[in-house]
């Protein structure tokens, strides 16, 4: 069966350092992956997408790879603030679904950045 | 342009009742999704709509219905409810799929007693 899996324990670190988050990923073969950001009571906000011959991508402070063959995809907050503590969701395209395509998530790692 | 928009935002229901929730989508977005979100099974696609057709279907029962306006709002609507249908339910749009990049509303609570 389809899996999408992220760390289910939260990530604590310190302000300043980077944080990386994992989502892996079986029986999918994505031809792109997104990452979004979910804050307590609010939806989530679409942050990158990934595809899949780009091995890396950066926005700011922000950088996502894609490894195809490990079915890998790591999130790198750089230089990390309390500002970005918030529950981070990898999110990749079912085309093989009987009803079509859906958006299936990942149930997202917590991130808690302390001062 | 002003983002999705849902409301109610909090609903309570007791089991047995149905209840609709409606979404507005971003101005110009055709492609309207909805998902349950629940701290047990995270986040689940429900269905999406375009042009007013239910378009793609995620694995959820037939008491989960929707429909989509000729404006591109939609609503949902869950029949003879069950304490496990309490959750957030989220609304997202996007410009022409599900498989696009998906701006999310901020949701509605819904508490099933």
């Known amino acids: 069966s389809q899996k999408i899996e992220q760390n289910s324990e939260a990530l604590n670190i310190q302000e300043g350092k980077t944080a990386t988050l994992t989502c892996n990923y079986t029986n999918y073969s994505p031809a792109y992956l997104q990452w979004y950001r979910q804050d307590p009571g609010r939806g989530p906000v679409f942050l990158l997408l990934?595809?899949?011959?780009?091995k890396e991508k950066r926005k700011e402070r922000l950088k996502v790879t894609f490894d195809t063959t490990l079915k890998q995809s790591l999130f790198h907050i750089t230089a990390s603030q309390p500002a970005d503590s918030a529950t981070y969701l990898c999110a990749l395209v079912d085309s093989n679904s009987n009803s079509g395509y859906a958006l299936n998530f990942g149930k997202g790692t917590s991130l808690l950045v302390t001062p | 342009k002003a983002g999705v928009t849902q409301t109610p935002r909090y609903l309570i229901k007791t089991r047995g009742q149905q209840v609709t929730l409606s979404c507005s989508p971003i101005?110009?977005?055709?492609?309207v999704s909805w998902y349950q979100q629940t701290p047990g099974q995270g986040l689940q696609f429900l269905f999406e709509?375009?042009?007013?057709?239910?378009?793609n279907k995620g694995n959820f029962p037939g008491r989960f219905s929707g429909r989509q306006f000729s404006n591109s709002r939609s609503e949902m609507n869950v029949s003879t409810l069950e304490l496990g249908d309490s959750a957030l339910y989220l609304c997202a749009s996007s410009l022409i799929s599900v498989t696009d990049t998906q701006y999310f509303g901020p949701g509605t609570r819904l508490t099933v007693l």
């Open positions: 709509y375009f042009s007013e057709t239910q378009r």
């Open positions: 101005s110009g977005h055709r492609s």
């Open positions: 990934i595809r899949e011959n780009e």
